[in-house]
């Protein structure tokens, strides 16, 4: 199926595939409790509920939250979808996998935050705006042994997600990697990151993660 992705929803693109790979090398059990964070048209949710999990969907974007209601509706599989910013629907609750493809690009005007369908990329001038808070927040909603699996470009910086993520006592690698052509945004803004360092004067492909981060038992 095909999914929903009307505008100002994020439409799945290479880092969605990046993460579904990786979520189907997951060893979940039926019964499983998994939260897409950041869900946009519900893609990953669908995946993981696909193989008999309990999932939880949440997007700060109302659009993305119907879309995704929508699609769960087509596909015939249930989920629970919840508007909010990020963690906050679901407090005091503890899951055995987070999923996230959040905002990763680092933003020319790094101290307005992002609105409309920016909100899916625009992530301050570090591209880290939404990626520190999901390594201080993640771990305390992850049960022993729980496991986040989260994509974002080699421009945010992989090495600051895995020391955050070894300071929380998670066991944290990259293991995944993909090099893309530069999309629209990327394009527009590749002379801005050639000016900070963040790319190479010869640089026209992008590097994708993933990270995987798991508590000890």
Request: overall charge positive.
């Amino acid at each position: 199926m095909n999914p929903l992705a009307p505008p100002g929803v994020y439409a799945p693109q290479e880092d969605t595939d990046l993460l579904t790979g990786a979520l189907s090398e997951e060893p979940l059990t039926p019964g499983a409790r998994v939260l897409d964070v950041g869900t946009g048209s519900g893609v990953l949710a669908l995946e993981a509920a696909r193989r008999g999990t309990h999932v939880t969907a949440v997007d700060v974007s109302w659009r993305a939250v119907c879309a995704a209601r929508a699609n769960a509706r087509l596909a015939g599989l249930p989920l629970r979808i919840r508007q909010g910013n990020l963690f906050a629907p679901v407090r005091g609750q503890r899951f055995d996998l987070i999923l996230s493809n959040p905002p990763y690009v680092p933003t020319p005007d790094g101290g307005a935050r992002p609105s409309g369908a920016a909100r899916a990329w625009d992530a301050g001038g570090d591209g880290r705006l939404v990626l520190d808070r999901i390594c201080r927040e993640a771990p305390a909603l992850l049960r022993p042994g729980g496991v986040l699996l989260m994509v974002h470009s080699a421009l945010s910086g992989p090495d600051r997600t895995l020391g955050h993520l070894h300071s929380a006592g998670l066991m944290a690698a990259v293991t995944r990697r993909r090099r893309i052509a530069f999309g629209p945004v990327l394009r527009e803004r590749a002379g801005w990151l050639r000016e900070r360092g963040l790319l190479a004067s010869t640089d026209d492909k992008e590097e994708l993660v993933i990270v995987r981060a798991e508590v000890p038992v």
